[in-house]
């Protein structure tokens, strides 16, 4: 990796720490969520911080080149993510449908409980 | 035996009234509820006017949805049967007896009304692909639960005490009919079939191509299949 490449990786780098710290600050996210963002912060910065380290690493899991090993575990983690996501979204759409349900029997129920008492009254 | 019959409608203005007077006129002990699902036409209006049963949806949900929010309605209100009934008129009152009689008679959990049955004279069979869909659909049943249901997305049934329960913790949203009649025959409940009859449309659409059929018929095969997977058998009596 060229200087001027790993220099421009870290103010990247940086930048994205920022948004995320600022993110969770002002708890935009989940701590549980969180926890994943700040680790994929953590792994750019020790990427960058110790020379050769991927290069190295992905010479020992036998990767031809340095970014083949770098878009395979950007794409597992993207998987993880979106599955992730899924498995959310799926819940909340559960907890939607119900809501929806139970909202729409008492404004029933509210409905006809204003009609008996209007019939009571008059 | 308090009975209700859930009729979910969507857009359905120029049927929601008819058939409501159809089941008044059809007997005076048999309660109903409409489920408005979000409509956008005057179906609210026409349900609200003429002081008919009815719960508006707050949201669109969809058939599922809708029906599931009739066996909580059921379940909240103690009802003993619990009868889905189309809003759109496809579905003969006539036949609420029949769909009723081997529940009270203690010979079944679900009942469903079945177009198919040789015994049916129905007036509408619906067309060839539906059928050759729901045949293919009553395979996979066959083969995943060991029984014939011949009319799969049959939406006209009746449901006892025990299913309204499940029901109402429990509605698949996706494909209801034969993905519920799936999980009911699974966790071992007594699923008959009784033959009824069904009328064509008599105003608004129905939105079947031959593509949809297929494309419905694929996703429902998955979709029952997985189902059935994750559920363990309950030997019940």
Same mark, same amino acid.
């Given at each position: ?122 | ?6 009729? #979910? ?10 058939? $409501? ?40 949900? +969809?058939?599922? +949805? ?35 009689? #081997? ?9 469903? +009304? ?28 066959? $083969? ?38 799936? $999980? ?25 191509? #031959? ?27």
């Amino acid at each position: 990796m060229g200087l001027t490449l790993r220099i421009a990786l870290i103010i990247v780098t940086v930048i994205y720490l920022f948004f995320i710290l600022r993110a969770i600050k002002h708890k935009k996210v989940q701590i549980s969520f969180s926890i994943f963002w700040i680790l994929t912060g953590l792994v750019l910065v020790i990427a960058l911080a110790i020379p050769n380290l991927v290069e190295n690493i992905s010479h020992l899991l036998g990767f031809e080149l340095t970014v083949n090993m770098i878009f395979c575990v950007a794409i597992f983690i993207c998987f993880y993510l979106i599955f992730n996501l899924n498995i959310i979204l799926s819940k909340e759409n559960k907890k939607n449908i119900l809501l929806v349900q139970e909202i729409s029997l008492l404004k029933k129920r509210v409905e006809d409980l204003e009609e008996k008492q209007k019939e009571k009254n008059s | 035996m308090k009975v209700l019959l859930i009729i #979910p409608a969507y857009n359905e203005e120029e049927n929601i009234l008819r058939v $409501c007077r159809e089941i008044e006129e059809y007997s005076s002990e048999i309660d109903y509820v409409v489920i408005n699902d979000g409509s956008r036409d005057k179906t609210k209006s026409i349900l609200e006017e003429n002081h008919l049963n009815h719960v508006n949806l707050v949201h669109n949900l +969809g058939i599922g +949805g809708a029906v599931q929010t009739g066996y909580r309605y059921a379940y909240l209100h103690h009802y003993d049967i619990a009868i889905q009934f189309d809003g759109d008129g496809q579905h003969d009152i006539n036949y609420v007896k029949d769909i009723c009689e #081997p529940i009270i008679e203690g010979k079944a959990n679900l009942v469903i +009304g079945t177009r198919y049955l040789d015994k049916s004279k129905s007036s509408f069979q619906s067309t060839f692909m539906r059928r050759l869909g729901s045949r293919l659909i009553s395979f996979m049943i066959k $083969c995943l639960c060991k029984q014939k249901i011949t009319d799969p997305t049959s939406g006209f049934r009746a449901a006892d005490k025990s299913i309204i329960e499940e029901f109402a913790k429990e509605y698949p949203t996706d494909y209801p009919e034969p993905e519920s009649t799936v $999980c009911m025959l699974k966790k071992g409940y007594r699923v008959t079939e009784v033959p009824v009859n069904m009328k064509e449309r008599v105003a608004g659409k129905s939105f079947v191509s #031959p593509w949809t059929s297929i494309d419905y018929m694929i996703k429902v095969s998955l979709a029952i299949f997985i189902d059935s997977i994750g559920i363990k058998k309950e030997r019940r009596k």
